[in-house]
């Protein structure tokens, strides 16, 4: 699988097919044109992993400052468990780095177990709960929080 692999920024060609991923995917889904005003948007870092040039799964984040915040990670069910949101969120991780960013960080329903586990191998941690923040069904999230250090924060902008 790895060899086929290749994480891209997002472009116009992905938008049809990762419209479809939300729709599969969320109760709230990002609609195209959502998708499309993330494309060339400031601070906006979105990835998509094509595997043998098909689209399998997205994540994208939006920079403030030196705030990053993920708005989604989403890979179809038939490509999950290869190590794709692993690699599209190290994509997102390094590009907030090269940023010099102080944290990147994301809410995720509190039942989400894969995401859960997912986010804590990449050395997220729990800081936070927002009550009632989904819908369909209501349940709260739990906001993770990656802290880079000072010297991160170095490297990162070298
Ligand atoms: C969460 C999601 C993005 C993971 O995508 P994926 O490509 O299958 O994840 P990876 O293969 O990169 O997995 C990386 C690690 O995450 C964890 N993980 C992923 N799926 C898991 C599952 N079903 N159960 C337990 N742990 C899981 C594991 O630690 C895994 O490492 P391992 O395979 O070495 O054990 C995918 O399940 C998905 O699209 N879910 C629906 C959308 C969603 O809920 N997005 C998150 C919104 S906050």
Redesign the pocket.
Known sequence: MAEKLKIVPMEERHLDDLAALERL??AEPWTRPCLAAELNKPGAVFAVAELDGKVA?YAGMNCVLDECYVD????FPQ?????????LMNGLIRAARARGAAFVT????ES????V??Y??LGFQAAGRRRGFYRCPDEDAVIYTLYFSAKDRLEGSL
């Not at 989604?72 to 890979?75: G, I, L, P, S």
């Not at 989400?112 to 995401?115: F, L, R, S, V, Y």
């Open positions: 995917c969320f799964g989604d990670v989403a890979v490509y999950r468990r290869q190590g794709i949101a692993l690699a994301l809410e995720v329903r989400n177990a894969p995401a586990a997912l804590e191998k």
